[in-house]
């Protein structure tokens, strides 16, 4: 059985390719495999002028991960495993109706508090084709799965959704809260990526990398804005994944998630520059829910 932090990080992934060129099938001849619903480019007017690029994205190559000016927001990756091991207390004691952990409550704070950081982040399409040599496209998350821990107590939707419990999700970009200010944030990260999908110099990118597709016999994708190749929704998992590749590959031959990743971070930095006071709302947010996952941690003993 998965748990709701699986089900969030699933969401939190589906929402971060959402974001990208979204897990469904985009019309009835091509497909893209990270389609989330988002069948059309965005149609936002590109500012006039232009704002020069005066920022930088950061590249994890090794996890295929990005990250961008509004991330400074946000929890970071340590508090993230914080935030979910003292989920993993709060539910124990919800549904246990106890506060005495047992070891295999205990088992699960340790996993959670080990887990890996979400891999694989195509903001603008595929990269990394190193990455993904190894690992595919799908993206790589790894969460607590519960087994039949609980089921032979009260199991009750209600303990995910006490306020000890939904308190403790972390502040990112993409994982939707039921805190206004935090969902604010994760919409300001959305306009500065529809930003530069409409961005000139963006579409320059995309029609660079597209000759390139192309030039390996492919059709590209019209489907989002984002180009690459197009992919039938008859073709097998290999032959995607073999296209997907080439997309990735075209990318790095010229530098793509790095050039497109500087004007996103551009337009990032605007709306820090614009919004910094609420912004640092949102970061005391973010930072309270982390002070109080270690608290709890600490008072359980795991800490």
Known sequence: MTTPRSASLMVLACLVMGLVSGCTIG???QVDPT????????TAT??????????KVVLDWEMARVFLPLDEYGNSDEEVNLLAAAQ???YARCVTETHVLTEETLALVDYALALMPYQGEWFWGFWDAEFMTQH????LIDFVDRGGLYESYRYS?????????????PVTRSLVSNNEKVNTFIEYAGQAWE????DPRFLSLVAQRDECVIAQGYEVQTIDGLGGAAIPETWTREARQTAI???AQCSDDMDFAQKAGDINATYEQLIIENHETELEEIRAIAQDRADRAKKILQEAGVL
């Open 46 to 55: 590109p500012p006039n002028p232009l704002p020069p690029i005066t920022s």
């Open 88 to 90: 993993e207390i709060e």
């Open 157 to 169: 939707i209600a303990c995910y959704q006490t306020e000890e419990y939904q308190s403790l999700y």
């Open 245 to 247: 590749m080439v997309t």
């Open 27 to 29: 019309d009835d001849s």
């Open 136 to 139: 595919g496209w799908e993206p």
């Open 35 to 42: 389609e989330v619903g988002n069948t059309s480019p965005p």
């Open 195 to 198: 930003s530069t999908m409409v």
